[in-house]
């Protein structure tokens, strides 16, 4: 995104954590592309992940204004990475991947244009600043180079949380990374979600508090080795 704009205040990934019973659903979840069409579900979807995020409570503490205003500022935001083609969700749109391919993790003046207006209805003028502070930051903690993948948003509904939903989100992309030896990238706005992040391959690199925010932690992740194929009998 480009600098100082409002967009990326909704590039802060969500409080998914994959439970007990995710071991027993994560087969039967598949993960498929997201179209237009998937947009006010999917922001419904995400409004509900992000409710009582730390740093969303920093930035946006009255929870009022946020059920009214959220899903209204998740859907444009959400309509832009749909453009991209690497959102992700399933069959039932319990949740959302929005990435950006390499070399695009900034977008256009174009996209932060279109969710400014609505982003800022959510957070207010001091929300705003709160986070600009956290998006400058978080630009400038930003790896160097376009070689690398962006989970922008990782959100499930709550009511579909704990199942295996978030890890299969996740598969599409990382798969990718795997198989092309391209590196990803994410900022965690919840410390309980970084275990999650890290049996997905990701480790720490960073921790900051913005103007005092909640804790960000920054993760990346190496693409991994492709399993070795099996012995052969003979």
Same mark, same amino acid.
């Given at each position: 995104?480009?600098?100082?704009?409002?967009?990326?205040?909704?590039?802060?990934?969500?409080?998914?954590?994959?439970?007990?019973?995710?071991?027993?659903?994560?087969?039967?979840?598949? /993960?498929?592309?997201?179209?237009? *069409?998937?947009?006010?579900?999917?922001?419904?979807? =995400? !409004? $509900?992940?992000? %409710? +009582?995020?730390?740093?969303?409570?920093?930035?946006?503490?009255?929870?009022?204004?946020?059920?009214?205003?959220?899903?209204?500022?998740?859907?444009?935001?959400?309509?832009?990475?749909?453009?991209?083609?690497?959102?992700?969700?399933?069959?039932?749109?319990?949740?959302?991947?929005?990435?950006?391919?390499?070399?695009?993790?900034?977008?256009?003046? /174009?996209?932060?244009?279109?969710? *400014?207006?609505?982003?800022?209805?959510?957070?207010? =003028? !001091? $929300?705003?600043? %709160? +986070?600009?502070?956290?998006l400058r930051a978080s630009e400038r903690a930003h790896p160097k180079g376009d070689d690398h993948w962006y989970l922008a948003v990782?959100?499930?509904?709550?009511?579909?949380?704990?199942?295996?939903?978030?890890?299969?989100?996740?598969?599409?992309?990382?798969?990718?990374?795997?198989?092309?030896?391209?590196?990803?990238?994410?900022?965690?706005?919840?410390?309980?979600?970084?275990?999650?992040?890290?049996?997905?391959?990701?480790?720490v690199t960073d921790i900051i508090t913005p103007g005092g925010s909640p804790p960000l932690t920054l993760m990346w992740r190496d693409?991994?080795?492709?399993?070795?194929?099996?012995d052969g009998d003979g």
């Amino acid at each position: 995104m480009p600098s100082g704009s409002l967009a990326a205040l909704a590039h802060l990934p969500d409080r998914t954590s994959d439970g007990p019973a995710a071991c027993q659903d994560h087969a039967v979840i598949r /993960a498929r592309n997201a179209t237009r *069409a998937d947009v006010p579900a999917l922001a419904t979807a =995400l !409004a $509900g992940a992000f %409710r +009582g995020d730390p740093i969303w409570s920093w930035i946006a503490p009255d929870l009022d204004r946020w059920d009214r205003r959220a899903e209204g500022a998740f859907g444009p935001e959400t309509a832009v990475k749909v453009r991209y083609g690497h959102t992700y969700t399933t069959d039932d749109r319990a949740g959302a991947a929005l990435w950006a391919p390499p070399g695009t993790w900034r977008g256009s003046m /174009a996209d932060a244009l279109h969710v *400014a207006v609505p982003m800022l209805r959510l957070v207010g =003028l !001091a $929300g705003s600043r %709160r +986070g600009i502070g956290v998006l400058r930051a978080s630009e400038r903690a930003h790896p160097k180079g376009d070689d690398h993948w962006y989970l922008a948003v990782l959100g499930t509904h709550p009511d579909h949380q704990g199942r295996g939903v978030g890890s299969a989100l996740l598969q599409p992309v990382l798969e990718r990374c795997d198989l092309d030896g391209s590196g990803a990238y994410l900022e965690s706005s919840k410390p309980e979600n970084v275990p999650f992040y890290e049996r997905h391959g990701f480790a720490v690199t960073d921790i900051i508090t913005p103007g005092g925010s909640p804790p960000l932690t920054l993760m990346w992740r190496d693409p991994r080795p492709p399993d070795p194929a099996p012995d052969g009998d003979g």
